[in-house]
């Protein structure tokens, strides 16, 4: 016999009740197993751009309608809005993004360029980052590719400055600093966000076309040329050399010191936050770590190295540093002259 069903008796009360609270304790569930999370709205718009997606043709990918969809990429009051966690999963599906960088739980991306260090600014534009990351992972293909060919052990060392050099390829704030004569950052600033955003995407399209013969296999790069680039930030292409290996030799540049390039980020890093103006100490425990190579060849302490810093700086506290990159190149001359290397051979000319 069935269930009296009817609503209108005891029974069939307590019968609706129970169903009732099974469907509840469903939902709960199914609630519990796919939470609310945040999304990033200029994240996913710039995804959805980038992969060329309309509002309407992404919402009925995702199975979603697309007011919601609206919603995520709408500019609120807040910097993100909230989905639920498997819509977010097949949004990182099919823009082909992390789900994490959609959330901000990371700052780059698989193949965006220097992902082995820490950002020079977390809130890098988002556009930008893509444009690294889609060039990243060509170059990548293209490398290994190389390195494989010519039987080379793949590296750390090797793996960060090919990306490092590559990043610059496609970095305005560099084409900046290369091209323009004032060195003061008043008379030649930073680029906005917006100058990084739309500036990145156009240099990632050109140097895409431009490096094509060579990530389609047809041509061999020129190593020698990107080590360069990529080092001092100072010198022009050399001879040609088309192997990867060419990135480990050292450039024509004093190679006890850090780069120009690498100087400056770590500038830029200790001075985030604190409007130029850095802690004494803080700043020489940095440099007497970045520069030991110069006054000792094993890294160990000097203190004549301590007393080089002191007259550069002089002695005020805290120091300021308002442009990084002009005081990186003034840093590196003084150390070059204060402890000038005495084996000429070490200064190795390439023919």
Not at 107 to 130: K, V
Request: some cysteine.
């Amino acid at each position: 016999m069935k269930p009296h069903t009817s609503s209108s008796g005891q029974g069939g009360r307590r019968y609706n009740k129970a169903v009732s609270k099974v469907k509840s304790r469903r939902k709960h569930r199914q609630w519990l197993d796919d939470p609310l999370v945040s999304v990033d709205h200029q994240r996913l718009r710039a995804a959805i751009n980038r992969a060329g997606w309309s509002q309407n043709a992404l919402a009925k990918k995702i199975r979603v309608p697309q007011p919601t969809l609206n919603y995520l990429v709408s500019d609120g009051k807040r910097k993100t809005q909230r989905c639920r966690s498997s819509v977010l999963n097949r949004l990182a599906r099919v823009l082909q993004v992390p789900a994490e960088w959609l959330t901000r739980e990371t700052w780059y991306l698989p193949h965006s360029l220097y992902r082995g260090r820490p950002p020079d600014d977390p809130n890098d534009p988002p556009s930008a980052i893509l444009a690294q990351h889609v060039l990243g992972k060509v170059s990548d293909e293209a490398f290994r590719r190389d390195l494989e060919d010519c039987r080379l052990t793949f590296t750390g060392t090797l793996d960060r400055r090919f990306h490092g050099a590559i990043h610059d390829l496609i970095d305005p704030e560099r084409w900046r600093r290369e091209l323009l004569a004032g060195q003061d950052e008043e008379v030649v600033p930073r680029p906005t966000d917006k100058e990084r955003d739309d500036a990145t995407e156009a240099l990632e399209r050109a140097f895409t076309m431009i490096l094509a013969p060579w990530l389609n296999g047809q041509v061999r790069l020129n190593y020698r040329w990107l080590r360069d680039w990529g080092g001092p930030h100072m010198y022009p292409a050399t001879s040609q050399d088309t192997t990867p290996a060419a990135l480990e030799r050292p450039g024509r540049y004093d190679d006890r010191l850090p780069t120009p390039g690498e100087l400056e980020d770590v500038f830029r890093v200790i001075r985030k936050g604190s409007h130029g103006l850095i802690p004494r100490h803080k700043l020489m425990e940095v440099l007497r770590s970045v520069c030991a190579g110069v006054a000792h060849p094993e890294g160990r302490g000097d203190p004549n190295l301590q007393r080089a810093l002191d007259r550069f700086f002089g002695q005020e506290d805290p120091i300021s540093i308002s442009n990084p990159a002009t005081t990186a190149l003034d840093l590196i001359a003084e150390l070059q002259r204060q402890f000038p290397r005495q084996d000429a051979r070490r200064y190795p000319i390439w023919d």
